[in-house]
């Protein structure tokens, strides 16, 4: 009987300890992400300001699931800003979106200072098409995924997929990224004598992705051949589908001409595409973040 008693009291003593473990875990978990602004709601309410130079809104669209997943990390390092949209069935899309932001953000917070952001892009993305692979095993998803590194001085960023990234530089909107999207391959083959004119036409209206973390033969990182020089003003943008195909690159550069803060630039941005007239609008998601310049130069 005692050593009933004995067995009994040592397992309620490893359950305390173990519930004390992940109890610690959470709280450390909560203190990071609200430390690094790692985490932002769909819709701001007052008790969850954002900082004055971010702004995030969501639009879920005519989905019935939110598969984006929207993080920005801000360290000694500078700012890093990761955007994913999740493709496939039920809860495949939004996992698949969680771990591609995720392994940027952890795999970034250790930095001090980021050397070759080249590099670390390559090996994150390569890092989150492996875990991604191995959550969702058999079943069919993946996910489009954008990052953006901000160091006070330059602009780097990676994208696998069809997010879109872009610059907002005195009034006008410049395109960063071009997409892994099929009008785009299209467009690419025919410069290299690939396809034929007309072929390449044809295509220009296929916006199918061809390329994104976690399929089979997951193919090459888009990156910028060198970082861009930051102005003062200068505020970069990142769009999921539901954003830059509602609303067209005119009106963006309209909505963000507009008073307001960033926060409320990105809301009513949502607030545009979500009155778009299509009868079928894929998940959407706007992020502004404005560059802190350290180093400004009068080269782009």
């Not at 872009?166 to 690939?194: M, W």
């Not at 209206?205 to 033969?217: A, H, S």
């Not at 051949?225 to 943008?237: C, F, M, N, S, W």
Request: with cysteine; hydrophobic share 40%.
């Amino acid at each position: 009987m005692t050593g009933i008693m004995e067995d009994t009291g040592y397992i309620i003593l490893l359950a305390a300890v173990l519930a004390g473990t992940v109890f610690v875990r959470l709280l450390l978990q909560r203190t990071r992400m609200a430390a690094d602004f790692a985490g932002f709601p769909a819709k701001r309410t007052e008790e969850e300001d954002l900082p004055s130079d971010m702004g995030v809104s969501q639009t879920t669209g005519t989905c019935e699931l939110q598969s984006d997943c929207v993080q920005v990390s801000k360290t000694r390092a500078g700012v890093m800003a990761a955007m994913a949209d999740g493709i496939g069935r039920a809860n495949t899309g939004k996992v698949s979106a969680q771990i591609a932001v995720d392994t940027v953000l952890d795999r970034y917070e250790p930095y001090h200072v980021l050397n070759s952001p080249a590099y670390f892009f390559r090996s994150v993305f390569q890092e989150a098409n492996i875990r991604i692979q191995k959550t969702i095993g058999e079943r069919r998803g993946g996910a489009s995924l954008g990052a953006v590194y901000l160091n006070g001085e330059t602009a780097c960023y990676a994208l696998a997929g069809d997010i879109r990234i872009a610059l907002f530089r005195g009034e006008e909107l410049i395109p960063i990224s071009r997409g892994h999207t099929v009008d785009v391959l299209a467009a690419a083959s025919y410069r290299e004598g690939k396809l034929s004119r007309r072929e390449a036409l044809w295509s220009q209206e296929e916006k199918r992705v061809w390329n994104y973390l976690g399929m089979d033969g997951f193919r090459q990182v888009e990156m910028g051949e060198l970082p861009i020089r930051l102005k003062t003003g200068d505020v970069v943008l990142m769009a999921s589908r539901g954003i830059w195909q509602e609303v067209p690159p005119g009106e963006l550069e309209d909505l963000l001409l507009a008073g307001g803060s960033l926060q409320e630039k990105a809301e009513r941005i949502v607030r545009a595409a979500e009155a778009s007239d299509s009868k079928e609008r894929e998940n959407g998601s706007i992020l502004l973040v404005r560059a802190e310049v350290t180093d400004e130069t009068e080269q782009f």
